[in-house]
């Protein structure tokens, strides 16, 4: 159970309040920022969640490399036409489902017997006719366009062109639906081009698709969303992996249709826009993008060592699909597939740096996408998480400038860190089960900032108190109160409060008589050498100076501090004070001169109660004292010290506490200001001085000297004085106050209604 502690509301915490909630804000606010730094806090997130759990692999995709062995047989990069144009039949008739080239044929093929023969028709003085006498030469060109339209499911790209290109459009092949005003929004926001590099006409009207394959990472070089569609201002683009998708699943006449998620299907966290394929649904916002799930995709290398745990490999290379010994062979892993031709060859330059692995193929990228969208794997970050983020952060920060004042640092500690492991855990779960992107590294980088920089102010706070407290009290209490106060100081409330106090009033006896005969030097010099010695017997144990009255001082116990057992430490301390005295009277005889010196004698009175204690006073000036009847009542024992002529008197709830002290009952009187009389008793010593003899014998002869004065049995009390043990302890000064008062009754006749209360009528 989490403990409340009480906070006083002062400028220090309204301070810390308004620069906490500064913070606050300006943390809630940057959690939507797109601030490189803010972004990279959610790609470390992310990165790490795709490391953690990437994507399971997939049989819908396979990657025809052109790789270091095709490229020694075949040539450099880009292959002659002739050589793609048979590629393209034998995937074709191994059954691919689309093909996908990862480039752009922008040029004519140079090795192309006709372009060669244009070549040499512009030489000069050099007779054509005379070199070749044939009449059909091929044209690799034509070959490559016409094996594109006999497969049916080829599908060509464009990319960013340069800007002296402008007039360069991508053959639209007007297979993307879209309403007017939707197609207003992605104009807007989806990735956008001015230019592009095209293939040349006669491909680009031969295949069954053409879609762009541009691609920006992110500021860090890291590839982690794609663009689906592509606008020019003008008109929107489908994606590469769109058009693959396409021709695979509905054909070459086949459409994409974009549109608004329709609000009875749309969930409670989900996308504005869905992009449709057939049965297939690709959730994505305004811009198009979608974030590329990442997995694995192995090749032999990796598959030989182990690497990335992978066990079958997910490309064919290109040599083996032109090697008709293997078409049965390859074949069964081209059938009902996802062809993407590219290439691994680091000489190439086609490298990405990925979510999961740095410097991977570009063809990769393509063939995860194609392969999670088949999957129907996503991963998606719509807008409400954002809020989400913000909402925990404004939330939890919140939390802890409220309440850790009140709870304590180690819970608050215990409560931040749960609340981080759970957004962590939370975030991650998500990741898995929904493939929902939260990031819960920043919001609880906030979050812990708040709490870090709420326990400094507080600890510095607590310096102040506790300097403050250190300085207020520092000569008024008792260590062991002090360094109670220093761990709580909430128990300093100003305005007080109500709690069961011990309190003492000391007195020096006729202190009038005693400063009359002394120079003022000395007179001070006297007080200072008591109050000292009073003042540490009283701090020694763990009791509270309240104030100084001229020769008298006022202490209490319990309080500000819980002081246990604070009835006998009052007693013990008063004790301790009359045998100081003792010392005090030594010094005061040792330097005395001729004259006759004036010893100290003190009157203590203690009482125990419920007391308001606390800061009172003004505005202006304070003082932290006690206030209440049972204050009222030790002055007034104080004050009968003098009357009944012993040293300490205390109260019936003191001796409640100390019924083991040696304590003999003085009287039953009813003081000024009372309306009920009280019990009050004369304190002799401690426990030990209890279990004296000689203490045992006064005892019991005054518990019967007692029971027959208040029987009204005057005669027989008063000769039972005259015993020798009512000389002891120095109790004939109150035996001489109960002899001349039974005088008086026997004189004058007992009071009408006597129950044996004494009626004091001084203070």
């Keep these: 159970m989490i403990k409340f502690k009480s906070v006083d509301i002062d400028r220090g915490s309204v301070f810390h309040f308004l620069f906490l909630l500064l913070i606050l804000v300006v943390a809630a606010h940057y959690s939507s920022s797109s601030q490189s730094w803010r972004l990279q806090f959610q790609h470390f997130v992310f990165d790490t969640f795709n490391k953690i759990h990437p994507r399971e692999r997939g049989n819908s995709v396979v990657i025809v490399d052109i790789d270091e062995q095709a490229l020694a047989k075949y040539g450099q990069w880009p292959w002659s036409r002739d050589v793609l144009s048979e590629l393209t039949l034998r995937l074709t008739e191994m059954g691919a489902k689309s093909i996908v080239y990862d480039g752009v044929f922008a040029e004519k093929d140079r090795t192309s017997p006709k372009n060669f023969l244009d070549y040499l028709k512009e030489q000069e003085n050099l007779d054509v006719q005379s070199v070749f006498s044939g009449k059909d030469i091929p044209d690799f060109d034509e070959q490559f366009a016409r094996a594109i339209k006999d497969s049916g499911v080829v599908v060509t790209g464009f990319t960013y062109g340069e800007k002296a290109r402008v007039n360069h459009k991508p053959l639209d092949k007007k297979r993307l639906q879209i309403r007017s005003d939707v197609k207003k929004i992605f104009l807007e926001d989806a990735p956008s081009f001015v230019a592009a590099a095209v293939n040349l006409p006669i491909f680009s009207k031969a295949a069954a698709g053409n879609g762009s394959f541009m691609a920006r990472p992110d500021f860090d070089g890291v590839l982690r969303r794609t663009g689906m569609v592509f606008s020019d201002g003008e008109?929107?683009?489908?994606?590469?992996?769109?058009?693959?998708?396409?021709?695979?699943?509905?054909?070459?006449?086949?459409?994409?249709?974009?549109?608004?998620?329709?609000?009875?299907?749309?969930?409670?966290?989900?996308?504005?826009?869905?992009?449709?394929?057939?049965?297939?649904?690709?959730?994505?916002?305004?811009?198009?993008?979608?974030?590329?799930?990442?997995?694995?995709?192995?090749?032999?290398?990796?598959?030989?060592?182990?690497?990335?745990?992978?066990?079958?490999?997910?490309?064919?290379?290109?040599?083996?699909?032109?090697?008709a010994d293997k078409k049965n062979e390859i074949a069964s892993l081209i059938k009902d597939k996802v062809v993407l031709i590219g290439s691994s060859s680091e000489g190439l330059k086609d490298l990405r740096n990925t979510a999961i692995n740095p410097h991977r193929p570009g063809v990769e990228v393509h063939a995860n996408v194609v392969e999670q969208i088949l999957q129907g794997k996503y991963l998606q970050r719509p807008g409400i998480l954002q809020d989400y983020e913000t909402s925990f952060i404004f939330f939890g920060g919140l939390f802890f400038i409220l309440f850790a004042p009140f709870i304590g640092v180690i819970v608050s500690l215990l409560l931040c860190v749960t609340l981080i492991f759970a957004a962590v855990f939370g975030a991650f779960m998500a990741?898995?089960?929904?493939?929902?992107?939260?990031?819960?590294?920043?919001?609880?980088?906030?979050?812990?900032?708040?709490?870090?920089?709420?326990?400094?102010?507080?600890?510095?706070?607590?310096?102040?108190?506790?300097?403050?407290?250190?300085?207020?009290?520092?000569?008024?209490?008792?260590?062991?109160?002090?360094?109670?106060?220093?761990?709580?100081?909430?128990?300093?409330?100003?305005?007080?409060?109500?709690?069961?106090?011990?309190?003492?009033?000391?007195?020096?006896?006729?202190?009038?008589?005693?400063?009359?005969?002394?120079?003022?030097?000395?007179?001070?010099?006297?007080?200072?050498?008591?109050?000292?010695?009073?003042?540490?017997?009283?701090?020694?144990?763990?009791?509270?100076?309240?104030?100084?009255?001229?020769?008298?001082?006022?202490?209490?116990?319990?309080?500000?501090?819980?002081?246990?057992?604070?009835?006998?430490?009052?007693?013990?301390?008063?004790?301790?004070?009359?045998?100081?005295?003792?010392?005090?009277?030594?010094?005061?005889?040792?330097?005395?001169?001729?004259?006759?010196?004036?010893?100290?004698?003190?009157?203590?009175?203690?009482?125990?109660?419920?007391?308001?204690?606390?800061?009172?006073?003004?505005?202006?000036?304070?003082?932290?004292?006690?206030?209440?009847?049972?204050?009222?009542?030790?002055?007034?024992?104080?004050?009968?010290?003098?009357?009944?002529?012993?040293?300490?008197?205390?109260?019936?709830?003191?001796?409640?506490?100390?019924?083991d002290f040696a304590v003999l009952d003085v009287d039953l009187v009813r003081v000024v200001g009372r309306s009920e009389p009280v019990k009050i008793y004369a304190l002799l010593g401690n426990e030990e001085e209890a279990e004296k003899s000689e203490f045992q014998t006064l005892k019991n002869a005054h518990d019967d000297f007692m029971a027959l004065y208040r029987n009204a049995e005057f005669k027989k009390a008063l000769k039972l004085l005259d015993q020798d043990v009512f000389q002891s302890y120095n109790l004939s000064g109150l035996y001489a106050v109960y002899k001349g008062r039974i005088q008086d009754f026997i004189d004058n006749g007992t009071p009408e209604n006597w129950n044996g209360v004494y009626f004091a009528r001084g203070k």
């Design 235 to 323: 008109s929107l683009y489908p994606s590469l992996n769109l058009e693959a998708l396409r021709v695979a699943v509905v054909g070459r006449k086949g459409y994409i249709k974009l549109a608004n998620t329709p609000l009875e299907k749309k969930k409670e966290i989900d996308t504005n826009y869905r992009i449709v394929v057939g049965d297939y649904i690709i959730p994505v916002e305004s811009d198009g993008k979608v974030y590329v799930y990442y997995r694995h995709f192995c090749n032999e290398q990796d598959v030989q060592r182990g690497k990335n745990n992978c066990l079958v490999t997910d490309y064919v290379s290109a040599l083996y699909a032109m090697d």
């Design 431 to 659: 990741y898995v089960d929904y493939g929902l992107l939260i990031d819960p590294v920043y919001p609880s980088l906030s979050v812990l900032c708040i709490f870090i920089v709420s326990t400094i102010l507080s600890y510095i706070r607590a310096e102040s108190r506790r300097k403050h407290i250190r300085n207020a009290f520092g000569m008024y209490v008792a260590r062991g109160v002090m360094r109670d106060l220093e761990k709580n100081p909430d128990k300093l409330k100003l305005g007080g409060e109500s709690r069961d106090l011990t309190v003492m009033f000391t007195d020096i006896r006729k202190f009038t008589s005693i400063s009359e005969g002394m120079s003022p030097e000395e007179l001070i010099h006297l007080m200072n050498e008591f109050l000292t010695e009073m003042t540490d017997i009283v701090m020694i144990h763990e009791g509270t100076v309240d104030k100084y009255i001229g020769d008298a001082m006022m202490a209490f116990w319990n309080a500000p501090g819980d002081v246990e057992y604070h009835e006998r430490k009052a007693c013990e301390a008063a004790l301790l004070m009359q045998g100081a005295l003792d010392v005090i009277n030594e010094k005061i005889i040792k330097n005395a001169d001729e004259k006759e010196p004036i010893l100290l004698k003190a009157g203590i009175g203690i009482n125990t109660g419920s007391c308001a204690v606390g800061n009172m006073g003004s505005r202006q000036r304070f003082a932290y004292s006690a206030l209440g009847d049972a204050v009222n009542l030790s002055s007034r024992l104080e004050g009968l010290t003098k009357a009944y002529k012993v040293g300490i008197l205390i109260g019936e709830e003191t001796y409640q506490s100390v019924l």
